[in-house]
């Protein structure tokens, strides 16, 4: 196998797929990239087992093949190197990358190693324009679990419905539900949990013009944008009822500036005990009260805030870092708050929805007594 590309080609490439190669594995083998020769391209393929990366690059394919290289040691070396053409070779138990700087070498791996592509029979299509499914990821995917022991909550449930898309992502402590219409109607209905990884890397793909071509098989999803092929596993859990714990009957009512309570959260959350990061949040007639004290340090914070409150007055405690990433994924000037006692759920709404949209972000209480 031998080839030449332009080094800043290749680096791309190689950064993107790196983002699916495992820091630890039990088999080595995962740790390279498939350098694979197609016509007069260049395909790299990384995978972790459960997602892969293909990219496609323009290349002078001087000898066809294939081989398996470290992606580490070749990504570092790449990206150390001027932008010029680098001719790469595959020896018998190594790789040469030849540029104007030098020669160097990097043992490589037997490619018959390499997992196989899954064969993909694919049960469902759907287009969503990049717009509509960045919208999907950037309002969820950030409350998804990282907790292993809890599958069915490490990804975003997606539901579409004729024209309809619902996403949801939920870690136990909080909850976010997305719906929004979409341009394309389905026959069939879709419903699947997609992977929290998967979706940072397809975020990282799209662009905000186009649209992109979606496949879904019996356990994958799969789609192509431009010179790039992302393939994933669908998480195969039950995702919980989240309509049943959203509550509707809610007596309390805030209004205020998302700006400035963000900005409060910002200042007074320093203050906070570094292992919770509780902070309360008392609301009155017109004042909203951002508080916090950690006794462990001597240390606390207190800011005011206007507001527009309905109901009786109440003090709430909340992860600071889960309350501005609730409030900061609602984007409108103001934000709703919606309470029904200091021990249940708070439930954060846009004061205007998007058009053809609805957002509702869950919050639970913390229920330490120490504020």
């Given at each position: 196998?031998?080839?030449?590309?332009?080094?800043?080609?290749?680096?791309?490439?190689?950064?993107?797929?790196?983002?699916?190669?495992?820091?630890?594995?039990?088999?080595?083998?995962?740790?390279?990239?498939?350098?694979?020769?197609?016509?007069?391209?260049?395909?790299?393929?990384?995978?972790?087992?459960?997602?892969?990366?293909?990219?496609?690059?323009?290349?002078?394919?001087?000898?066809?093949?294939?081989?398996?290289?470290?992606?580490?040691?070749?990504?570092?070396?790449?990206?150390?190197?001027?932008?010029?053409?680098?001719?790469?070779?595959?020896?018998?138990?190594?790789?040469?990358?030849?540029?104007?700087?030098?020669?160097?070498?990097?043992?490589?791996?037997?490619?018959?190693?390499?997992?196989?592509?899954?064969?993909?029979?694919?049960?469902?299509?759907?287009?969503?324009?990049?717009?509509?499914?960045?919208?999907?990821?950037?309002?969820?995917?950030?409350?998804?679990?990282?907790?292993?022991?809890?599958?069915?909550?490490?990804?975003?449930?997606?539901?579409?419905?004729?024209?309809?898309?619902?996403?949801?992502?939920?870690?136990?402590?909080?909850?976010?539900?997305?719906?929004?219409?979409?341009?394309?109607?389905?026959?069939?209905?879709?419903?699947?949990?997609?992977?929290?990884?998967?979706?940072?890397?397809?975020?990282?793909?799209?662009?905000?013009?186009?649209?992109?071509?979606?496949?879904?098989?019996?356990?994958?999803?799969?789609?192509?944008?431009?010179?790039?092929?992302?393939?994933?596993?669908?998480?195969?859990?039950?995702?919980?009822?989240?309509?049943?714990?959203?509550?509707?009957?809610?007596?309390?009512?805030?209004?205020?500036?998302?700006?400035?309570?963000?900005?409060?959260?910002?200042?007074?959350?320093?203050?906070?005990?570094?292992?919770?990061?509780?902070?309360?949040?008392?609301?009155?007639?017109?004042?909203?009260?951002?508080?916090?004290?950690?006794?462990?340090?001597?240390?606390?914070?207190?800011?005011?805030?206007?507001?527009?409150?309905?109901?009786?007055?109440?003090?709430?405690?909340?992860?600071?870092?889960?309350?501005?990433?609730?409030?900061?994924?609602?984007?409108?000037?103001?934000?709703?708050?919606?309470?029904?006692?200091?021990?249940?759920?708070?439930?954060?709404?846009?004061?205007?929805?998007?058009?053809?949209s609805n957002h509702t972000a869950l919050l639970m209480p913390l229920r330490?007594?120490?504020?």
């Amino acid at each position: 196998m031998k080839f030449n590309t332009k080094q800043s080609d290749l680096l791309k490439a190689l950064i993107d797929v790196s983002k699916v190669v495992p820091t630890r594995t039990t088999l080595p083998i995962l740790s390279c990239a498939l350098f694979e020769t197609d016509e007069d391209n260049l395909k790299i393929r990384s995978t972790d087992l459960e997602q892969t990366i293909i990219i496609k690059i323009k290349a002078n394919i001087l000898e066809p093949g294939k081989v398996a290289v470290p992606i580490n040691k070749m990504l570092e070396i790449v990206s150390a190197l001027k932008n010029s053409n680098i001719e790469f070779s595959s020896l018998e138990n190594e790789v040469e990358i030849n540029s104007e700087n030098g020669l160097y070498k990097i043992p490589n791996k037997d490619y018959n190693e390499y997992p196989d592509m899954p064969e993909l029979v694919s049960t469902q299509k759907l287009t969503l324009t990049n717009i509509e499914f960045l919208n999907i990821i950037n309002n969820t995917a950030y409350a998804v679990s990282r907790d292993d022991l809890k599958p069915a909550l490490c990804g975003v449930y997606l539901n579409i419905e004729k024209n309809k898309a619902t996403a949801v992502a939920t870690d136990g402590h909080r909850l976010v539900k997305y719906e929004k219409q979409i341009q394309s109607k389905l026959e069939e209905q879709i419903s699947i949990i997609i992977p929290a990884k998967f979706l940072n890397i397809i975020k990282n793909s799209l662009n905000t013009s186009g649209s992109v071509d979606i496949n879904i098989s019996e356990n994958h999803i799969d789609l192509t944008q431009n010179e790039k092929y992302l393939l994933s596993r669908i998480i195969k859990e039950t995702f919980p009822d989240f309509n049943s714990v959203i509550p509707e009957d809610n007596p309390i009512k805030t209004r205020v500036k998302s700006k400035k309570i963000l900005e409060s959260i910002k200042r007074v959350s320093i203050f906070s005990n570094k292992t919770t990061k509780q902070i309360q949040l008392s609301f009155t007639e017109n004042e909203l009260t951002v508080l916090t004290e950690d006794k462990e340090s001597s240390s606390s914070g207190k800011e005011y805030i206007e507001c527009d409150h309905q109901g009786e007055n109440i003090n709430t405690r909340y992860n600071s870092q889960y309350l501005s990433e609730a409030i900061s994924h609602i984007n409108t000037e103001e934000v709703d708050i919606y309470l029904s006692s200091s021990q249940t759920a708070a439930v954060f709404k846009p004061t205007k929805e998007e058009d053809n949209s609805n957002h509702t972000a869950l919050l639970m209480p913390l229920r330490s007594n120490n504020v």
